[in-house]
C-alpha cells in the first residue's frame, strides 16, 4: 500500500492499488485483517473501476462487517450494481450459516436499502427473499 500512497504517476498508483487488493482478496488471511486492508485501499480508491475492485474484494470476506463496509458504495452509482450483488452474496452465505440468527439483525438494514434500489430487477428480488429470511431469523 505504501507504494500506491508513494507512487508518483497514476498508472503506478493504480497497479500498486491493484497489487494490494489482490493480497486482501487471499483466503488464507484473517477475515479481520482482510477487512482493515480493504479499509486502508478504500481511500485510495478514487475511479469508480477500483472502488468496483475492492467491491469485489469485500464481497469475498465472509463477515458481516464487509457488509457494513460496502454500505457507501450501494450510495454511489459507480458501484451500486456491483455493492448490491456483493451484499446479497454475504448475506447468503451468512444467512445459510450457523451464525444466522446472530448476524441476521445487521443484514436487515444493507439487504433494504439493496430491495428498494434495486426494485423489480433480479437483486433485488433475491435481496428482499433475504431480508425476510433475516427479519425471520432475527425475532427467534
Known amino acids: 500500500l505504501a507504494l500506491a ?19 486482501a482478496a487471499q483466503a488464507d488471511l484473517r477475515p479481520g485483517e482482510r477487512l482493515s486492508m ?6 485510495l480508491a478514487q475511479r469508480d473501476e477500483e472502488k468496483r475492485l475492492l467491491v469485489a474484494t469485500l464481497a469475498g470476506v465472509n463477515s458481516p462487517n464487509a457488509v457494513k463496509a460496502l454500505a457507501p458504495y450501494l450510495e454511489d452509482p459507480g458501484t451500486r450494481a456491483e455493492a448490491s450483488a456483493a451484499v446479497v452474496a454475504l448475506a447468503e452465505r451468512l444467512l445459510g450459516g450457523r451464525n444466522a440468527v446472530r448476524f441476521a439483525s445487521g443484514l ?7 430491495a428498494s434500489a434495486n426494485d423489480g430487477s433480479d437483486v433485488g ?14 425475532n427467534r
Open 38 to 43: 480493504c479499509a486502508e485501499a478504500a481511500e
Open 108 to 114: 436487515i438494514g444493507p439487504l433494504e436499502a439493496v
Open 125 to 138: 428480488a433475491k435481496a428482499a427473499a433475504l431480508l425476510e429470511k433475516a427479519e425471520a431469523a432475527s
Open 5 to 23: 500512497k508513494g507512487a508518483e504517476s497514476e498508472t503506478d498508483r493504480v497497479l500498486a492499488l491493484r497489487g494490494y487488493l489482490s493480497l
